[in-house]
């Protein structure tokens, strides 16, 4: 569902990426590990369209999106790629509900299938009764499945999540782990995770070791 082949990236004279190849298929949740440096970073943005490799080739559900122009690439991106960074990323003006109505509306969808979507997303992840409060009105693991409800609202490919429980306490670390599990099952939803957390990467499907540029090993769990 998600090919690199030879993805290479640098930064003037610092290579950050050195050929990668990485073969996720659908429904599948792989996490992606390493030092700080290692490159972990570089590649999820890569393959979520917000960077260019300098060599290499990136194809998601069989579109080449190297061969995309910026205007296709940006709905490509909207419609098929789902996004959780480590903080959450809402839009502090808008409720609960408008922030993950915003990637309906920016594609094109009515308003009010926009807004039952998303009403149902939040339904969905135990948010019934926060869809009216802003962000400053909710606990940081609300804010955090406010902003997967959002990743979630198009039916992405993919969903590519960045040190996604990294601001999170035990507790809450804990439910949204499990939460990304329940999505597999019950949407076959497939995701790609960038993470420290050795709990996580423990608990996936595939756990993809970088280090210095490279993938050193490729484990399934």
Do not use: Y
């Not at 094109?108 to 339904?123: F, R």
């Not at 039916?155 to 990304?180: C, R, Y």
């Not at 995701?191 to 957390?197: A, C, Y």
């Amino acid at each position: 569902m998600i090919i690199t082949e030879g993805i290479t990236k640098s930064f003037g004279s610092l290579k950050v990426l050195k050929g990668i190849d990485l073969h996720v298929d659908k429904g599948e949740i792989i996490s992606i590990v390493g030092a700080s440096g290692a490159g972990k970073t570089t590649l999820l943005q890569i393959i979520g369209t917000l960077d260019k490799a300098n060599s290499g080739t990136v194809s998601i559900n069989g579109q080449k999106i190297n061969a995309l122009r910026d205007t296709q690439l940006s709905d490509f991106r909207n419609r098929n790629i789902g996004f959780v960074f480590q903080f959450h990323q809402l839009l502090p003006e808008f409720t609960a509900l408008e922030n993950v109505m915003l990637p309906a509306l920016i594609g094109k969808a009515k308003e009010s299938q926009s807004k039952q979507k998303a009403k149902d997303l939040l339904d969905m992840l135990g948010l019934s009764d926060r869809m009216s409060h802003k962000p400053n009105e909710l606990s940081g693991g609300e804010k955090q499945r406010v902003a997967v409800a959002r990743a979630l609202v198009n039916n992405p490919a993919v969903i590519l999540a960045d040190e996604p429980s990294g601001s999170l306490d035990t507790e809450n670390k804990e439910e949204l782990h499990q939460l990304f599990f329940k999505l597999r099952d019950t949407l076959g939803q497939t995701f790609v995770i960038v993470t420290h957390d050795e709990h996580l990467a423990s608990i996936t499907d595939r756990t993809v070791h970088m280090r210095d540029g490279l993938i050193i090993n490729d484990l399934t769990e």
